[in-house]
């Protein structure tokens, strides 16, 4: 199992995650976004997209985007749910990250980190409301349950993770969310978390990548 990826990707970081609990050994193949690499006619041929991460489970064979592969990486494991309904909840909000919490806070938080932030003065309101309302619609359902698909810890749970813990890195003021704050605690505390995060190198601020290409 090979594994296409960029360290400060946490699109990428979801997939780690997750093959961290399951105890997977892969390799990985570093793509380096800020040189162009993603968009090299072989990695698009892996992913039209250009985006990583794309997880390759047997040669030739390759799953691009984030969710995705946690949906295949989870098949047959505790962090998929049995039930039917469960199943349901854990897409919706998979969903939901792709849809309302990524063009949100993943977005300011790659434009802060890149230095892009002051190109698009516009947008920032906008964007800085929507990501304040996904985290508004997170405390209240984590006000009533310990995770988001359910009582147990799921690839819901990752999906939102990744960009909910560094969202402080965007400009957002978690303490204002008690309930998330409780529930970034309770996944830390899964066993085999990877508490490992990397930061944007310094090339980032030469070759600039979409906020959809780098997340």
């Known amino acids: ?43 698009l041929r892996m992913n039209p997209s250009g985006c990583v991460p794309v997880l390759e489970p047997v040669p030739g064979a390759y799953i691009p985007e984030s969710n995705a592969i946690l949906y295949y990486l989870a098949q047959g494991t505790p962090y998929w749910p049995s039930d039917h309904a469960a199943q349901a909840r854990a897409l919706q909000w998979m969903f939901f990250e792709q849809e309302s919490h990524q ?36 405390d209240r359902h984590l006000a009533g349950q310990p995770f988001f698909a359910g009582p147990g810890y799921s690839v819901a749970d990752i999906s939102l993770y990744a960009y909910t813990h560094l969202a402080k890195e965007g400009g957002f003021v978690l303490e204002r969310y008690p309930a998330v704050v409780d529930w970034l605690a309770r996944v830390r505390s899964q066993p085999g978390h990877l508490a490992q995060v990397f930061p944007y190198p310094p090339s980032a601020s030469g070759y600039l990548p979409s906020e959809r290409e780098a997340a």
Not at 17 to 35: C, K, M, N, Q, R
Not at 118 to 138: D, F, N, Q, T, W
């Open 103 to 138: 063009p949100s806070i993943a977005t300011l938080r790659h434009w802060t980190l890149t230095g892009k932030l002051s190109r698009y003065p516009a947008l920032v309101p906008s964007k800085r409301r929507l990501g304040e309302k996904v985290l508004g619609i997170m």
């Open 1 to 43: 199992m090979r594994l296409y990826d960029y360290a400060a990707s946490q699109n990428g970081y979801k997939v780690r995650l997750l093959l961290s609990h399951l105890g997977v050994h892969y390799e990985t193949t570093w793509v380096d976004i800020f040189a162009g690499e993603a968009s090299s006619p072989e990695f």
